[in-house]
């Protein structure tokens, strides 16, 4: 039987107390969020799910996650939504045909990809990220969404690091997160 959802602030106390905050990884002076504890608390994990889909404004059609802990939360609410799920890639993870987009990194580049046949021409599609930091993959998943002919309807992030404005690249979309650090 499933776990009942935590909701409300109860949910948000109990994210606070499962989000580890890593220091300096995956290099020096970077904090990662790890988001791992929180997966494995079953009523948190159904409650992350159960919100982010109450979010949404109007129906769905796709739910995009972003490689990779993207995946594991915009799958369970494709499937609230009653959506499918496209995963958005990291550059030569998919076999061909592709549809890709590059974007900036501090050091370099990157891109994702996607494959374009699964993205009907009008589709309304919502991304879904744990984190959203400077924005950079967030942009570049909106831009390849909308390459392919359809419509981002919304973007929700487990965390936004607003110290790092990216939420200012994402201006005229919608973009939900659970928590706020500052």
Do not use: N, W
């Amino acid at each position: 039987m499933p776990a009942a959802a935590l909701r409300g602030d109860a949910l948000i106390t109990r994210m606070h107390e499962l989000i580890r905050d890593v220091p300096d990884f995956p290099s020096p002076g970077v904090g990662f969020k790890d988001i791992t504890p929180l997966l494995a608390d079953a009523k948190a994990f159904a409650g992350v799910v159960e919100e982010i889909a109450s979010r949404v404004d109007g129906p769905v059609d796709l739910v995009a996650g972003t490689e990779a802990r993207g995946f594991i939360l915009a799958a369970p609410v494709a499937v609230a939504l009653g959506a499918g799920f496209v995963p958005v890639r990291k550059h030569g993870k998919l076999p061909g045909p592709t549809a890709a987009e590059e974007y900036a990194l501090e050091y370099g580049t990157a891109t994702v990809e996607v494959h374009p046949f699964t993205v009907p021409r009008g589709a309304r599609v919502l991304i879904v990220d744990d984190v959203l930091a400077t924005g950079g993959t967030a942009g570049a998943t909106i831009r390849l969404f909308e390459h392919c002919g359809a419509q981002v309807v919304g973007l929700s992030f487990l965390v936004e690091l607003e110290f790092l404005h990216g939420r200012d690249v994402l201006a005229g979309h919608r973009v939900e997160s659970l928590l706020a650090v500052s």
